[in-house]
Every structure is written in C-alpha cells, then in structure tokens.
C-alpha cells in the first residue's frame, strides 16, 4: 500500500456503512479542498443480499461518487471483529500510511455488534499509533488529532452537527452506488432487511432533516467527540 497523507480519514465496518452515516459531511470536506479518505474494516461477506464480487462494484461506484482520495479495505472478519493485536496492527500501520489529522469512527453504542467491536478496535489503534515502541516496518509514529464518532441506527450524545445542505444529494448518490442492499423497484428481489425496506431511504432523508432542523440548515449529521471541541473567536458567531 502506497503511503497518501490525508486530512480526514473515515472507518466503515462494512462497504456502504459511511455513505449512509457520515458522507454528507466527507463529501463536504473534499469540496473545500481536503484530502480524505475510506477504511472499510471488513467485505461485508455476512450480509443477506449481494455477493462480494457486486459488493466490490458498488463500493467503486460509491467511491467515483465520492471523489475519494483513498480506500482500502482492511478485510477482517465479518461478524468476527476482534480488538486484538493483529488487527490493532492492522489499523496502526494505515494510519501511519495515511497520516490523518481527523479520524471518523462508529460510535460505541449500537444495534449491530460488529459496529461496537469496531468503534473499540479504532479507538484503542489510534492511541496505540503513536507509541514508538510499536514499530511497523519503516513506518514513522503518527497519532491523529482528534477521533470523531458518527451514528447508525441509534441515537447519539452530540457535540456538534455538521451541515450537509449542500452535499446531501451527493450522500444520497453515494448510498443507492450500493443497489443490492439497499430498496430498488427493478432489482429488489433478495430477503427483506432492516436497510432493504422500501421505507429505508425515508428514514435516511427524515435523520438528516431532522439534524438539518437543530441547526436551521436544511440537512445535518451528527458527530459526538469525548473531548471538548475548540473554537476560535472567528467562528463563535457560528455558534
């Protein structure tokens, strides 16, 4: 894997599961000139409908969507995710590859427990990355800033909402990219899931009006961070 700086970097712990999160906002990001990018823990082989081979078409499609500087898949174990060395090391040497500032992670409360498992893996890999005694081949020690937590089907404690007016349309692209897991009137023919519904989509445009609505804006995600967020004078009368 060729080393890329990025500004931000987002972790899935399935294909689709930023897009349906937090997309809003990295698209935003990468229109303001941001180099950002996608770590999805696993393949998502466990999931009812699809396969690997079209889940790997969706992603790229997703991906083009996104204009994303970087994705890689870290392919751990689908339904098996363990925070253990191994896949710690996993995590530490792409962000030492990848060098972000800004890293994204489920948040550590959820339905799903793979979601949970993750959320932890990511946690404990970001801290561990910039202890020097942990050595990954000629990689330097690197530690991102600041560990951001995005939400799935749970509600979340937030600390800010960011406003996504302005990409939604580019999140929602990004999502149907995934047709196979997702409710499309021509292809829908696989076993009824909690995301394939037909009423999915609405619950996905209602969470990101309703987080639109807390802010004024039109459309929102929210983000919980365990430390407090910074603000310069310039941006107080954003507040």
């Known amino acids: 894997m060729t080393p890329v700086k990025l500004n931000a970097l987002f972790f899935g712990t399935h294909p689709d599961d930023v897009e349906l999160t937090c997309s809003g906002t990295l698209a935003k990001l990468k229109m303001e000139g941001m180099s950002v990018g996608i770590a ?8 009812t409908r699809g396969n690997l081979t079209v889940r790997k078409m969706e992603t790229d499609k997703a991906t083009k969507i996104l204009n994303l500087d970087f994705r890689t898949n870290l392919q751990l174990e689908d339904g098996n995710i363990v925070n253990n060395v191994t896949n710690r090391r996993r995590v530490i040497k792409l962000l030492r590859l990848t060098k972000p500032e800004l890293v994204f992670a489920p948040y550590p409360l959820d339905r799903h427990p793979d979601h949970i498992n993750a ?26 800033r600041k560990v951001i937590y995005y939400s799935h089907a749970y509600d ?34 696989g076993p009824e899931t909690f995301i394939s519904r037909k009423d999915f989509r609405e619950y996905v445009l209602s969470k990101a009006k309703y987080y639109g609505f807390k802010i004024g804006v039109e459309y929102g995600e929210p983000f919980f961070t365990y430390e407090p967020v910074k603000v310069e004078a310039g941006y107080i009368s954003h507040i």
Do not use: C, H, W
């Open 119 to 144: 959320s932890n893996l990511i946690r404990e890999s970001v801290f561990y990355s910039g202890l020097r005694k942990i050595v990954t081949a000629k990689l330097g020690v690197f530690r991102p």
């Open 156 to 189: 979340i404690p937030v600390t800010f909402i960011f406003d996504i007016s302005d990409t939604f349309d580019i999140k929602m692209k990004s999502v149907e990219a995934f047709e196979s897991q997702f409710f499309n009137l021509k292809k829908s023919n």
């Open 40 to 47: 999805d823990l696993t393949r998502g082989e466990l999931s």
